[in-house]
């Protein structure tokens, strides 16, 4: 028997023989294509065959997985009809005379490289991970097949293939999940993906169970194992590889029940109203889509909307009204439940194409957040006006990222402000939401006593204070190589740390009688939710599929919690 240590990124047992899923060939081909003509032509057909492709198994997506999963693979589609993707692809095969496959390659490869630069922010890099798969689409219907990782070829007439059991790759995208079948694809391990993926929100949409952060070992094809989703552990060979080997049937156990399955969480909903819901159990959104689909996972709101994906998402600055549309058609989906909205997270990483900026040695530390935003006061202003008017509508929360000194806050309140005064002037209709801060620096952290009085709330964002007091980059393996071999299961020295910076900021929060939640991956981590829940936080906010099993945690600690006369 060997363990072998990753992360979690849905939660669930399963248990079947390996597949190593090998990425398409086509890769590997020719450079320089016979005639210029003849490329594009071929690239021109495998888009539009590709786009049919990706539409079909959005409708297969529906029946399984719902609307929001249908929702995943057509945005995909949306990729090819890109018009800078398209000319950039074009340009390489009428230029270069490289091969459509070589041109699709390269160019993908350049576009996901520019999200990924400095990458500190896992919502980006399962971005660059969505283009990477729509090439991978691309380049498989150009080679005509796809190889597997004995070297057989498997025509594609099908979209849903046998169950492999136990598919490990070094990346898995959304729709090859779904030509797998579904019903039977027993677990999903990966070399890279984080919990924001496409491909890790169809996992957990179906009860799929999926790990990462596992290199590839081509020689455990078809080695029996299991998967333990929550502890992210892939068992080798394990005590009952037998029983596993001779069975036909894959095993599978999910850990959590489908957000579907109200019946199935309805004590914790009464546990919740004795406790009047504390803490929240909410969602983290960058879509109109995603809140519906929180809400199918039974969210009690949106913990943290990510406003920047419709900076990113466009070619020019998004005006008021495009964004007032946006965020009031959330807030009337969630109705009264609360709806925190972050201000545009942009820098570093996260850099729209029509907005200039000037190159930084090290981004990361750079103009970003709040910094980025007080650069751009216009952008800004616009931006709080929009939060302003859509605040009619619903329970909008105005939430402000990367803080890290009290200036910050005043300047960001004079805008608030100015915003304010020109709604009156203009006659607009508009309520002053509350301002609240992220706490994602460990002097953020230190100096949240003296933050506190000046703003309505904190909200701790666990991934970038991760990487910050750990001096780590989240998307380096190399740095946090040396965890590989611990146990899933256990705390880190890092993760020690910063939960004392998390225990601090929701001490100084509540001495100042304010509410403090927690967003980023630990505040869904099974490992963590009761240590939260100790210490007092207010809300939890994760991603949507997290969200039953952070409910019935939170279900569980409080049934403990009453049993043991209110002492724990």
Not at 29 to 54: D, Y
Not at 441 to 450: F, G, Y
Not at 555 to 568: N, P, V
Request: net charge negative; aromatic share 4%; proline share 4%.
């Amino acid at each position: 028997m060997e363990i072998l240590h990753g992360k979690s990124l849905t939660p669930g047992t399963a248990r079947g023989c390996i597949h190593i899923f090998a990425e398409n060939s086509a890769e590997h081909g020719e450079e320089k294509g016979q005639s210029a003509e003849a490329e594009l032509a071929l690239f021109r057909h495998a888009v539009g065959e590709a786009e049919e492709q990706i539409r079909m198994l959005a409708v297969q997506a529906e029946a399984t997985g719902g609307r929001e999963a249908a929702q995943i693979l057509e945005m995909t589609a949306l990729i090819y009809q890109d018009e800078e993707f398209v000319k950039a692809v074009e340009t390489q095969i009428l230029r270069s005379g490289k091969t459509a496959s070589c041109a699709v390659q390269n160019v993908c490869k350049d576009f996901a490289s520019l999200l990924e630069v400095n990458a500190s922010d896992l919502y980006m890099a399962a971005r660059a991970e969505d283009i990477r798969s729509a090439g991978r689409e691309l380049m498989e219907v150009l080679s005509g097949y796809m190889k597997s990782a004995d070297g057989e070829c498997q025509e594609r007439k099908d979209s849903v293939r046998e169950s492999p059991g136990i598919l490990w790759g070094k990346t898995i995208s959304s729709a090859e999940i779904l030509r797998w079948n579904p019903k039977g694809l027993a677990g999903i391990v990966t070399e890279r993906g984080n919990a924001c993926s496409h491909a890790a929100i169809i996992a957990g949409t179906l009860g799929i169970p999926m790990i990462s952060g596992i290199p590839v070992d081509s020689s455990r094809n078809g080695c029996p194992a299991e998967i333990r989703g929550e502890e992210g552990v892939l068992i080798l060979n394990p005590e009952n590889a037998d029983q596993i080997l001779n069975s036909t049937k894959i095993q599978k156990e999910a850990v959590v029940s489908q957000p579907t399955a109200f019946d199935s969480i309805s004590r914790d909903i009464n546990i919740a109203d004795e406790w009047k819901g504390k803490p929240a159990i909410l969602a983290n959104i960058s879509s109109a889509a995603d809140a519906r689909r929180a809400l199918a996972s039974a969210a009690e709101g949106v913990g943290l909307f990510r406003s920047e994906a419709l900076y990113l998402g466009s070619d020019h600055a998004p005006s008021e009204a495009e964004q007032y549309q946006v965020y009031a058609e959330i807030a009337g989906l969630m109705k009264n439940r609360p709806v925190v909205i972050r201000t545009m997270d942009l820098g570093a990483d996260k850099q729209p194409g029509w907005l200039p900026v000037r190159q930084e040695e090290n981004p990361a530390l750079g103009v970003r957040g709040i910094r980025m935003s007080l650069r751009h006061p216009e952008l800004f202003r616009t931006q709080l006006c929009a939060l302003l008017r859509a605040s009619c509508e619903g329970d909008i929360r105005i939430m402000l990222p990367m803080i890290t000194s009290s200036s910050e806050i005043l300047r960001a309140r004079k805008l608030l402000a100015d915003a304010e005064e020109e709604l009156k002037q203009r006659q607009m209709p508009y309520r002053m939401p509350p301002l609240g801060i992220m706490i994602e620096t460990p002097a953020a952290a230190l100096l949240s006593d003296r933050l506190a009085p000046k703003v309505d709330f904190f909200s701790i964002g666990t991934n970038d204070l991760m990487q910050y007091t750990a001096a780590k980059d989240r998307q380096n393996p190399d740095v946090w190589e040396e965890e590989a071999g611990t146990d899933a299961s256990q705390q880190s020295d890092e993760e020690d740390a910063v939960l004392e910076l998390i225990r601090m900021t929701i001490c100084h929060a509540h001495d100042c009688q304010i509410p403090v939640g927690i967003c980023g991956e630990m505040a869904g981590d099974p490992r963590f939710v009761e240590k939260f829940l100790h210490m007092g936080v207010d809300s939890l906010s994760m991603a949507p599929y997290r969200i039953a099993g952070g409910r019935k945690i939170r279900a569980e600690y409080y049934t403990k919690f009453m049993e043991a006369g209110g002492k724990m």
